[in-house]
């Protein structure tokens, strides 16, 4: 037999139709303490109300709020008269408040308004009356409750995060009556033992269970204390004077052990970056130093005696090879001149004219015979060839007809 499927819608639109019928939530009367409230431009205000063990969305419209005779704010105790009904768009249930008064608490609340605002003017909340928190601690004062939750948190953690941690105890009674004095001597007590840091706080509760952390006294106390005090009270959302007065606030127990105390490991492991670092910086000296050691050493090898003389040495031999080279370039230079010249001389030598078939004539006086008015007949001339010389007598004078024409 096949099952019905439905949508996500007409089962939303189902459970809207119980809480519809259901007449006990047409009109309820639900108390809680204001939590997480917001006023939206709108002019609806939505907020949540809990209690120590829940939570419930609630909405009032802006059309319900002319009969609201007061401004919401965190942690009032406060009756809300509505309609519990479910969101069909989200599939979330809230309720939709008609009317809110004040509870009892809410006196309360009220008074801690007023110690807010007093202890604000006297400065006691001021920034510059902040000591910081050491980064590293040897030592963690705790005053708290002995049993609980709250304690085992910030010990487990504490001891996680550094297990040489010594944790210092102050069993403080922190709801009642005598919880204020309590929570003072703790704080005296572990101030005279000198820990480093200080955590002042509890668990979880509602605004009378948390009022101790709201009386003046042990606002003044966290104030005058010189160690440095982080406050851990109740939850993320609760907030007390403590938070406000102390050094630093934490939104847990859990939180404020985390912030005391640092993490030994990652501790280590910095220390280990750091020493990395250092050596990589000492090698980078040294390396530095070495280089400048080996630059010294080779300024000093070139300017000694030895090295000089050595270098003066290369450079007269370098001055020698080129006076050599220039000196047989000159030669090279001279050489072709020079047979350039004894070519000219050889085409210009007599000799090389008899060697061509030509004669060199001079007279018995040793005087160039170069014209035929320069002999007589019967003169005698000496003839001058290649191999010897001719002694020859003039038989006959023929003048040149050419020149004459010329």
Known sequence: MRQNVYTVTQINSYIKNLFTQD???RMILVKGEISNCKYHSSGHIYFTLKDAKGVIACVMFAGNRTGLSFHLQEGQMVVVGGTIDVYERDGKYQLYAKQITLDGAGVLYEKFDRLKSTLEEMGMFAPEYKQPIPEYIRTLGVVTAPT??????????ATRRNPYIQI???????QGEQAAGSIVDGICALEQLGVDVMIVGRGGGSIEDL????EEVVAQAIFNCSVPIISAVGHETDTTIADFVADLRAPTP??????AVFDFAQFLDKLEVYRNTLIHALQMQLKRHQNHLEQLRLTLKFLSPVNQIQQKRMYCMDLEGKLTGLMENILIQQRHRLALYAEQLKGLSPLEKLHQGYAYVEDTQHRVVNNVQ????????HVYVKN?????????IHTNRFEKEV
Do not use: C, H, Q
Request: without cysteine.
């Open 23 to 25: 007449y006990m939530l």
């Open 148 to 157: 609980g939750a709250a304690v085992r948190d910030i010990i487990n953690i």
């Open 168 to 174: 210092i105890l102050y069993p403080a009674v922190v």
């Open 211 to 214: 009022w101790a952390f709201n």
């Open 254 to 259: 859990s939180a404020a052990a985390e912030l």
């Open 374 to 381: 320069n002999v007589k007949i019967e003169d005698t001339v």
């Open 388 to 396: 010897g010389m001719i002694e020859a007598k003039v038989k006959e």
